[in-house]
């Protein structure tokens, strides 16, 4: 009989630590004040679905006012009960509705967009409504909380943001009928306009916190200033929406990259950022080209840009790893999205996709030279090789001379003792690299040995430059190779010359030859001729 008791009351204590688990979950869900995201949503969905009920039509023009009453309504309760917060030092609430009433200072021209094509001179005095909220809702935190961080210079950038969304719905009333006038005003709001004003961000004041008040945090101008950025590109959307613009990808990347620049060089008005989080903002810009694929101009433009700041990067700050890791992307994409008709010159019948894995591949390659390991230029050697006869035939030789003649020069970095078989691979690379040369010397067109003596007069010129700056003459099979390659053609010539002249003309060019040679031996006799060893008499 004493189980079940036993049992209840062993299970009480799991029970109420249970409901004590729940409990403080619903004490931080509350502390975080879910209500007031809620109401701006829901305020929000409202606006959005009054302003496209079906069952409104004929009443739009008293509904638009409606909307805009209440959102001018809310967004004065907003501003209010944020500045009596912050007053009483409540600053989670209080900065939760001072970011809420940034966002939404933007809202209202959103809906001044539809009042245009219903009542132009209602749509003017909403404009004007609209602006003058917005300075006095600066105005009033300015005044009644000063511990908020707003700098003046914040303030005369969101009013040029103030002034493109105010004037962009009066703008696009006039030329509602031009299609191609509001495609160009549109395409150039995208591409020069919101950049430009993102850009501004780099000109704030130096961040610096002011008081301890969490308003008063460096990082605020910052915040403030990005989201008016962020709400500004929704209401161009908005605009190209309601005109049926043809909206793509590209056009979102010069926005991107000059924001995520942007947020890089004021990555620093936020405390406790990580490296890698600093990092991160630093390579991002690097892929956003690739958004462009459909548009050629962008793509090289925005990929050359990158190639210019991340040259200057390695060049005058960094040069570690991470570093050149994105120099080389940016080469590889900007190699990577060149014209097609400057690909079809350099490489016919060879695709875009090809051409931009050639370039990613051909870019990195090069890495293979920080390490000692044989095994990672073999591998190298061999991907290159494949993905030029998979990809792009067109290129397969230039892939194996490129990979053999890199393997040859990385082979003079291997530890020959350290890596059983180094020198049994050096020997064989070298073989394979002189017979395919020989052979395409003498079987292949004018282009195809000119890329042979070219390989071949590189190969032993950086084998000369790595033995004098290291006054190190090893592996001499290396150079004695690119020697053979490139004096076998010549020799054969010199060879099938011989055996059609007579033994009479080859004497006397023999004459000549060892008349000259017996002039060097004579000439250079003091040099290599050792003292004190017996030498010819001559008669006195």
């Known amino acids: 009989m004493q189980e079940p008791i036993d049992s209840a009351t062993g299970s009480q204590p799991v029970m109420n630590e249970f409901f004590g688990r729940l409990l403080s979950i619903f004490k931080q869900v ?23 009920d079906s069952k409104l039509v004929g009443s739009e023009l008293p509904m638009l006012k409606f909307n805009f009453c209440a959102l001018v309504l809310y967004e004065i309760m907003v501003v209010g009960t944020a500045i009596l917060l912050s007053r009483r030092k409540i600053w989670y609430d209080a900065m939760l509705l001072f970011g809420l009433t940034n966002l939404f200072v933007i809202v209202p021209f959103s809906l001044i967009s539809r009042a245009v094509f219903l009542s132009p001179h209602l749509a003017l ?14 105005w009033a935190f300015k005044r009644y909380a000063p511990e908020i961080n707003l700098p003046g210079r914040l303030l005369f950038f969101g009013a040029l943001l103030l002034l493109a969304n105010a004037s962009a719905p009066l703008l696009f009333k006039n030329i509602e009928f031009d299609f191609d006038r509001v495609n160009q005003w549109l395409n150039v709001f995208w591409q020069f306009l919101l950049p430009a004003l993102a850009g501004l961000g780099i000109f704030l004041p130096r961040a610096v916190d002011r008081g301890d008040a969490p308003g008063g945090k460096k990082w605020v101008p910052a915040a403030i200033f990005f989201g008016w950025v962020v709400v500004t590109a929704c209401h161009f ?23 995520f620049w942007t947020v890089y060089v004021r990555i620093a008005d936020f405390s406790g950022v990580i490296r890698l989080t600093e990092e991160i903002f630093l390579s991002v810009p690097l892929l956003l080209p ?23 990067f390695f060049i005058r700050r960094n040069r570690n790893f991470p570093a050149l890791a994105r120099l080389l992307g940016a080469i590889a994409i900007l190699c990577g999205s060149l014209p097609t008709s400057w690909v079809s010159h350099v490489a016919p019948g060879v695709g875009r996709p090809e051409w931009a894995l050639l370039s990613v591949f051909v870019c990195f390659f090069w890495l293979i030279f920080r390490s000692r390991n044989p095994l990672i230029a073999i591998f190298s050697a061999l991907a290159l090789t ?9 290129f397969f030789r230039y892939a194996v001379q490129v990979a053999l003649v890199s ?3 990385h082979s003079l970095r ?28 003498f079987d292949s067109i004018h282009p195809q040995r000119l890329l042979v003596g070219s390989a071949a007069g590189v190969f032993l010129g950086a084998y000369l430059i790595q033995a004098m700056l290291l006054r190190s003459w090893k592996h001499r099979i290396l150079p004695f190779s690119a020697l053979f390659v490139l004096m076998s053609k010549p020799g054969v010539i010199l060879g099938n010359w011989l055996n059609r002249e007579t033994p009479g003309m080859l004497a006397v060019v023999g004459s000549f030859l060892l008349f000259a040679l017996g002039s060097i031996a004579a000439f250079s006799k003091p040099k290599w001729w050792r003292p004190g060893s017996k030498e010819v008499a001559c008669d006195k």
């Open 30 to 52: 509350m502390a975080g004040n879910p209500f007031y995201l809620a109401s701006a949503g829901f305020l929000l969905y409202g606006i959005n679905q009054l302003t496209t």
């Open 125 to 138: 005095a909403m404009s004007i409504c609209g602006v003058l909220l917005a300075a006095a809702k600066f």
């Open 237 to 259: 959307g908005g605009i190209g929406y309601s005109n049926s613009y043809v909206w793509n990808y590209a056009l979102l990347v010069p926005i991107a990259w000059v924001t």
């Open 290 to 312: 690739l958004l462009a694929i459909e548009s050629e101009r962008t793509l090289v433009l925005f990929a050359a840009f990158n190639l210019i700041i991340y040259g200057l």
């Open 386 to 394: 494949g993905l030029g006869l998979c990809l792009a035939s067109s």
């Open 407 to 409: 393997l040859m020069l």
């Open 414 to 441: 291997w530890d020959d003792r350290a890596h059983k078989g180094a020198t049994t691979v050096r020997f064989l690379a070298v073989m394979v690299w002189s017979w395919v040369s020989c052979s395409w010397l």
